[in-house]
């Protein structure tokens, strides 16, 4: 058979499996910010990855799971008297964060192995997206991981823990939607090296608010120091108050006050780069990538007012949900602003012309 350039089609149906696999890990974020709001991630207290699927389906099952969810610290020093019908409220939220975690990897597999299977996929892209179902299989173990952290010991998972799987999730779904974008034809965008660097840097200090926030909420941050923009009865609380533990560096992690501080002051830089990014490509003519910037300031606007109202309000789940989501969102408009404004040498390999129409 005569190679001839890949038909659109099939990169189409590439892109709109990864569309709707970036979409399920979005919405396995807010499920999870969900389970973490209505303390639900250690109602279960095995890992059983194939078994597990299934939930308890007789009377005896769910007191079989509520009494080893009796064992540990979590029930015995918070929800000791807790009824069977509260541990089922629990007990299905941390069931259907699970059950959406093995649905995504069904979801991304199987169709990966036809494509693979039907070709027209270059080699770096396979590469990619091997890259991207190991990443998978290792969130999975760094679920358990994060669980395994509050059976024994503590009453809730790690902060560590936790802000390690939702960095780990999202760096899945930035990863997709970089492959996404690759995947489609675009002109090359004339940006100065100023623009691209500040793009780069943006997706870096998003990145790093997530990280924070995961840690404000593994330390139930946000239901402190409720006043906005004093905290603490100040703009900077005092030295003391931020950096009394030791070593140092422990603050940034276990402190509430300093770790919701730097939360704070972690979004009012991102907040002031992205409106200097905006200004910076609407005075440079950038054509879409001023238009990607300007959407991408007015999505961290919307992510500050969002925060400082969650916190206001002391982390209602509404209002706490929606600041994620939009987290979400932010994230995906930096990855693509980066992706708008750097090389299109992948988008360009990946044209070359391969055999269609027979497996491999």
Known sequence: MTPISAPSNPRRAVRWWLISVAALIALMVL?????????????????????????????????????????????????????????????????????????????????????????????????????????????????????????????EVSQYRLATHLVLALLIFAGIVWTVRRLKERPQIAASARLRFTSAVLLVVTFVQIYFGALVAGLRAGRAYNTWPQIDGAFIPSAERLWFETPWWRNMFDNVLTVQFEHRMTAYALFALAALHAIDAVRS????????????????????????????????????????????????????????????????????AVPVGQPG
């Open 31 to 155: 499920v999870g910010g969900a389970t973490r709001l209505t303390e639900s991630g250690l109602s279960i207290v095995e890992w059983k990855p194939v078994t597990g699927s299934v939930p308890p389906l007789s009377e005896a099952a769910w007191i079989e799971a509520f009494e080893a969810y009796k064992k540990i610290p979590q029930y015995r020093e918070l929800n000791s008297g807790m009824s069977l019908s509260e541990f089922k409220e629990i007990f299905w939220w941390e069931w259907s964060h699970r059950l959406l975690g093995r649905f995504i990897g069904v979801a991304y597999l199987l169709p990966f192995l036809f494509f693979l299977w039907r070709g027209g996929l270059s080699a770096e892209l396979k590469r990619r997206l091997w890259l991207l179902f190991a990443l998978g299989g290792l969130q999975g173990a760094v679920g358990w991981w994060m669980v395994a952290s509050g059976l024994t010991g503590r009453v």
């Open 285 to 352: 003519r950038a054509g879409a990538a001023a238009s990607g910037a300007l959407w991408l300031f007015a999505a961290v606007s919307l992510q500050a007012v969002l925060g400082i109202l969650t916190l206001l309000n002391q982390v209602p789940i509404d209002l706490a949900l929606s600041h994620q989501a939009v987290a979400i969102v932010v994230l995906m408009l930096a990855v693509m602003q980066v992706e708008r404004l750097g090389s299109r040498q992948s988008a360009q390999a990946q044209s070359r």
